[in-house]
Nanobody
């Protein structure tokens, strides 16, 4: 079963940038759509961005459009989330997960959840 591992979180000042990474533990995810979700304290997990298996299609939540960019690494074993112009509302634990089929931001389609990586945006 595919299992993903997130990394790259940290503490960033408002307006700053950070890049998260998602990798498959002991496997590859060439044939899976990959998406990033986030969960802030006291809130439900929400979709942030997704990318298709080929990398040809991407989707973003309205709250991050124009600020975040999702991409697949050249080795196809890593998916990145480049986050720019960060704001305190972006503070959350970020998770990546995999799905067969299109990269829709629907929680129920995804599996292989990792432990998540914490992003804190604060001055």
């Amino acid at each position: 079963q595919l299992q993903l591992v997130e990394s790259g979180g940290g503490l960033v000042q408002p307006g700053g940038s950070l890049r998260l990474s998602c990798a498959a533990a002991g496997s590859t995810f060439d044939y899976y759509a990959i998406a990033w979700f986030r969960q802030a304290p006291g809130k439900e997990r929400e979709g942030v961005s997704g990318i298709s298996a080929t990398g040809g299609s991407t989707v973003y939540a309205d709250s991050v459009k124009g600020r975040f960019t999702i991409s697949r690494g050249n080795n196809k074993n890593t998916v990145y989330l480049q986050m720019n112009s960060l704001i305190p509302a972006d503070t959350a634990v970020y998770y990546c997960a995999a799905a067969r089929g299109p990269c829709l931001l629907l929680l129920s389609l995804y599996s292989g959840w990792g432990q998540g990586t914490q992003l804190t945006v604060s001055s």
